[in-house]
Each structure stands twice: as C-alpha cells, then as structure tokens.
Nanobody
Framework: QMQLAESGGRSVQAGESLRLSCAAS????????IGWFRQVSGKEREFTAA????????YYTDSVKGRFTISRDSVENTVYLQMHNLKPEDTAVYYC?????????????????WGQGTQVTVSS
C-alpha cells in the first residue's frame, strides 16, 4: 500500500513559476513510476509528467515540455513538479500517482495509488 500527498498548488499569474510536491508514505521500488496528472472539471484526467524511480527516466506530455520538470528526492521519498512560464490552460487539479511498473506511464489506468490532488489556478 502506498499513500501519496500533494502540496504546493495555489493561484498564480501567467508567466509565473510554481513547484508541486508529492510525498510518498514509503520509498518506491526502483521499477516504480511516479506520475503527475491533471484534471479540469468535466474532462478526463490528463497525463502530465512521470519519472521512473530507479533510473530517473522522465516523460512529459508535449504541452509541458520545456516548461515543466519532474524530479525526485530519494532521501525524502518525494517527487517534485517544477512548473515555469505557467499558462491559463495549465489550470487544473494536479494529482500524483504511483505505478509498480513502467508499462503504461501515460495513462491513468496504469497507476494504482493516487493522492487527493492540489489545485493550480493560472490567471491571465
């Protein structure tokens, strides 16, 4: 069983930066993937970024490449999502999730454990 807790979401202006944190209740195994998804009310949860715990491989959806960076702290068992040059279309509830593998990184059904989410609002 894995518990995840997101934090760091708040309201910002377009162009500003924000860092989200995802604290895991225990250290993920090397093969595990920690992902960030975001969801706008009435829409499906959208893959944003992911990191493989063991080797640090990272994956991003096209719309955030060059603006968002996912990283991990192996001591604190925490994954971060650093977001730069935020846009109004980045407004969403951001969720982190954990998967015991890396076979379905970009889809929500590939993840078994989810946090409660943190709201990010970007105003123009």
């Amino acid at each position: 069983q894995m518990q995840l807790a997101e934090s760091g979401g708040r309201s910002v202006q377009a162009g500003e930066s924000l860092r989200l944190s995802c604290a895991a209740s225990k250290r993920p195994f090397s093969a595990w993937t920690i992902g960030w998804f975001r969801q706008v009310s009435g829409k499906e949860r959208e893959f944003t970024a992911a990191i493989v715990w063991g080797d640090g491989s990272t994956y991003y959806t096209d719309s955030v490449k060059g603006r968002f960076t996912i990283s991990r702290d192996s001591v604190e068992n925490t994954v971060y999502l650093q977001m730069h040059n935020l846009k109004p279309e980045d407004t969403a509830v951001y969720y982190c999730a954990a998967s015991p593998g890396a076979q379905a990184i970009g889809v929500a059904w590939g993840y078994d454990w989810w946090g409660q989410g943190t709201q990010v609002t970007v105003s123009s």
